[in-house]
C-alpha cells in the first residue's frame, strides 16, 4: 500500500480504469485515500494508490461503512461500474449482510437512480458526503470535436443528430445512455446489461453502425456519469462499428491516448458533441 496524508478521502471503487484515475488525482490533492473495493472486480492496482484498501463484497455494506468511518472519511468519491444485475437475479456474490438486505427492501424500484440515491442518502445518514466523480479529475470531461484522425463522415453525422435526443429521452426514463443507430433506424438501446452488451447487440445488426452515449437530463454528478475509455473503442471495433459520439462536457474520457491510438487503429471517428453543436451542423 502507499502512504498519504492530508484529510481523509473515501473511495468507492468498482470495475475499470476510473477508480485508478481518481486515486491519482486525489493523491496530487493531497487527499489521504482511504479506498473500499470489491473482490475480483476492482482493479488490483488500487493497493499501490490507497493508503488503506478494505476489500468486500457488493453487499457487505456494514464492513464498508465501518472501515470509512474508523478512518475518519467524511468525503467519498464513486468511481467504477457496480454489478447492479445481480441484484435482480438475487447473486450469492452480493454477499448481502444485514444492512444490505435492508436497503434493498427499502427500494421502490431497481432503476439505477433509486439504488444510487439511495446508497447516497445511506452514506449522508452515516455522516459521509458523497462528492461529484469528477471532483479530482475534472481534466476527463471531454469537450467537443474529434479525438482521433478520424472524422465522421456526412453519413455517420445524421445518424448522430438522429440518435442524440433519442438517447437524451432514454437517459431522462433512466433505462440507459447509449443508443446504437444505422441510416436513421435504431438497432439497440442500453439497459441494464451496461454500454458494451448494447454495443455487441447493435453491431449484431448491422455493419458500420454509429453509437451515441449522452449524460441523463438532470444527471446526478455524483454517480454514473457516462465514462469512454479504450475498452469501449476495442468494443466498437470488435462488433463493427463505425463511430461513436459523446456528449462533450458530460462524459469521461478515460485512458485518452490509449483511446485515441485505439480509435485510429481501427478507423473509427470518437467525437465531442452537444445540442446546440448538432444544431449548428444541421
Known sequence: MSGGSGEALGLIAGEGVFPLDVARCARRAGRRLVCVALHQRTDARIEKLASEVTWIRPGEVSVAVEALRAAGVQEAVMAGKVPKLALLREDPELGLDRQGEALIAELSDRMDDTILSQAA??????????????????????????????????????????????????????????????????????????????????????????????????????????????????????????????????????????????????????????????????
Open 121 to 282: 442518502d445511506f452514506l449522508a445518514g452515516v455522516g459521509i458526503r458523497l462528492l461529484p466523480q469528477w471532483s479530482f479529475s475534472p481534466e476527463l470531461l471531454a469537450g467537443e470535436g474529434a479525438l482521433g484522425r478520424v472524422r465522421a463522415s456526412a453519413a455517420q453525422q445524421r445518424d448522430i443528430a438522429f440518435a442524440f435526443p433519442i438517447a437524451r429521452q432514454l437517459g431522462s426514463l433512466d433505462i440507459g445512455q447509449t443508443v446504437v443507430v444505422k441510416d436513421g433506424a435504431v438497432l439497440a438501446v442500453e439497459a441494464i446489461e451496461g454500454t458494451d452488451a448494447a454495443l455487441r447487440r447493435g453491431g449484431a445488426m448491422a455493419t458500420g453502425a454509429v453509437a451515441v452515449k449522452v449524460a441523463k437530463p438532470g444527471q446526478d454528478p455524483r454517480f454514473d456519469v457516462p465514462a469512454i475509455g479504450r475498452e469501449t473503442v476495442e468494443v466498437l471495433a470488435e462488433a463493427g462499428l463505425s463511430a461513436l459520439a459523446f456528449e462533450a462536457g458530460a462524459t469521461l474520457v478515460l485512458e485518452h491516448e490509449e483511446l485515441v491510438a485505439c480509435a485510429d487503429a481501427h478507423g473509427i471517428a470518437v467525437v465531442g458533441v452537444t445540442a446546440e453543436s448538432l444544431e449548428r451542423s444541421t
